[in-house]
């Protein structure tokens, strides 16, 4: 279970354990940096917890170091759990959504490709002003503009994104329907962007699972999963896996290219016939 108040003491937990294990075994963080192929300012840094190691850089450590099989195994399971990390939306809200936007923001200045992974509402990236405002973002000014702002990384050629939505998504009316229709007319145009791959998931498809939340994966080194009460970020290459697993299982089902688009304008159409 994920404990939010328990996350930083994992963390440090983990930064002091690594250091003990290197002076117990004599070696200098210099000869540790060699044995791992890292830097010896990493190093440094993870011993003083300054950076949060991944999953794999303390398998490493733990090679180099020789950390008996048990002892080991204790320690990965806590790196694990300090790469995983909870962020409640009642204290996001309370505290204010615009630096929750503002990490949205780097993740997608750092990676190169991104997949979301939209069952029951569209992201932010894809949203209309109208349909960013009947979120609970709008009462937050500054922060739904920042939402919207973030839309120009779309048009940025040296990246990859890949968004895929159910149709249930996308019928989902959060608006009038005139403007609901302005919103799917949106969804036609990013889905041209060079950037751009945009797929709908129709209701005839025989699906063998269900979709269960929103997530997002980045670069597939790092996940996150939307909930009701909060957002999950794993950076467990396990729990990435599992989530690029899901997203590939879709894709197989999913409607691509002119074929998404042709349904997207049918539901326009559709919204229009009923404002």
Known sequence: MIEPEGQEQQRADLAAALKELRRVSGLSGERLAVRTGMSQTKISRIETGRALPSVFDVQAILRALEVPRVQADELMELARLANTEYRDFRTERRTGLLQLQREFEALERDAHEIRHFLPTMLTGLLQTPEYARATDIAAQPKALAKRLARQAVLYERSKSFTFLLTEAAVRWPLLPFDAMAVQ?????????????????????????????????????????????GGMIIMRDPRDVAIHLEEFREFERFTLWGTDATDLLASLAAEFRARA
């Open 184 to 228: 799917v007319d949106r969804l036609i145009s990013v889905a041209l962007l060079p950037s751009v791959r945009l797929g709908v998931t129709p209701f005839r498809a025989p699906l063998p699972v269900s979709p269960l939340n929103v997530f997002t994966i980045y670069d597939e080194v790092l996940a996150t999963a939307e909930t009701l």
